[in-house]
């Protein structure tokens, strides 16, 4: 397995589905071998990817009663450890020593399997997020030039210091990316500049390309389809290109 990368931001509405969504697919489609993990209760990932109340979820991998590799639901060329509703109550029933390390000791099980592994987080930081970062490689923030999303980061920063000095040493912050973009407003790109300054402090790359508000995107979702497929030449789908290219050079 090359990385295991979790797409985090405890603000909704950033478009941290999409972008796990378009980021495992577009690394599939350049030939690797993709494990979509759908860890947020809504199960936005999972209803994209057409797996809706799957007889096991990762919450049953997480409770130890199956394997990672018996949950996994195959869809067409997907492999998708699926959300569940029950994952909300994950910090009342993921209690037990070692409880951080859940996820991370599934995905061992499985490592020779693929290429990449992609987090879908939920937009809080509890366990299930605090299980993400400790399996992880690396993260990728998405966020929007405003100024919640700002603090979103630094909130996001603590729990990722802690994480690091307690459960993963490893893990590094791959970068930023700007979603929902548009660029004609003077506030916007003023607080693109200091996100930009934010993820140079953090020694994450800043992703070339904002990810431009498109339409194309929610009717993907309605489609229950990629981007990529659904409109290859709208200016989402170049954005997420160029983004694409850049996680996989890193």
Do not use: W
Not at 2 to 24: C, D, F, P, R
Not at 44 to 67: A, C, F, M, R
Not at 111 to 118: A, E, G, K, P
Not at 142 to 164: C, F, H
Request: hydrophobic share 40%.
């Amino acid at each position: 397995m090359k990385e295991i990368i979790s797409i985090i931001n405890q603000k909704g509405g950033v478009g941290k589905t999409t972008t796990a969504h378009a980021l495992g697919s577009g690394m599939a489609a350049r030939g690797n071998k993709v494990l979509f993990v759908d860890l947020d209760g809504q199960g936005n990932l999972s209803q994209t990817l057409n797996v809706e109340n799957p007889k096991n979820s990762v919450l049953d991998v997480l409770l130890g009663k199956i394997s990672a590799k018996d949950a996994i639901s195959i869809i067409g060329t997907n492999a998708l450890l699926a959300s569940s509703p029950l994952l909300a109550t994950s910090d009342t029933v993921i209690v037990e020593v070692g409880k951080e390390f859940r996820l991370k000791e599934a995905l061992y099980t499985i490592s020779d399997d693929y290429d990449y592994v992609i987090l879908d987080t939920p937009p809080a930081l509890g366990i299930l997020t605090v299980n993400a970062l400790a399996a992880s490689t690396g993260v990728i923030i998405p966020a929007q030039a405003d100024i919640y999303s700002l603090q979103g980061i630094d909130q996001l920063m603590g729990t990722v210091d802690i994480v690091k000095k307690y459960c993963n040493p490893e893990l590094v912050i791959k970068g930023i990316l700007l979603t929902r973009y548009n660029s004609r407003t003077v506030l916007t790109r003023d607080i693109t500049e200091i996100i930009r300054y934010k993820a140079h402090e953090l020694g994450a790359k800043f992703y070339s390309s904002p990810i431009r508000e498109s339409i194309s995107i929610k009717e993907a979702q309605v489609g229950r389809t990629s981007i990529f497929q659904y409109s290859p030449k709208s200016n989402a789908t170049e954005d997420y290109e160029v983004f694409i290219k850049e996680v996989l050079e890193d």
